[in-house]
């Protein structure tokens, strides 16, 4: 098996997800200071909903062990993605919070 034949794009799907997640997370809980963890969990639900939709249409696609390893590789870009919005102070404030990022 090719393994990156096989699994990147897996990964590169479930990285395509990500824009739309962080926005809605952000929308989710603006105006909420210190929810950066709640975001975050948000977005890892969206994740593990995305694999486990995978899964009925491919059962058996993924050990325990690769669903866990993929799902920590698209967190650790989603990490990343909102750490250069943050620094770019792309959440822009409005009344009562914040806005998705004018990306």
Known sequence: ????????????????????LIAKA???FSGQPGSGQQKKEFVEEGIAEAIADLNILAPNLLTDEQEKAITATVMSMSDSIVMALNTAKLFQPTQGGTTPPKV
């Not at 098996?1 to 739309?20: I, Q, T």
């Open 26 to 28: 952000q929308a989710a």
């Open 1 to 20: 098996m090719n393994v990156l034949a096989e699994y990147l794009p897996l990964v590169l799907h479930l990285a395509g997800k990500l824009p739309g």
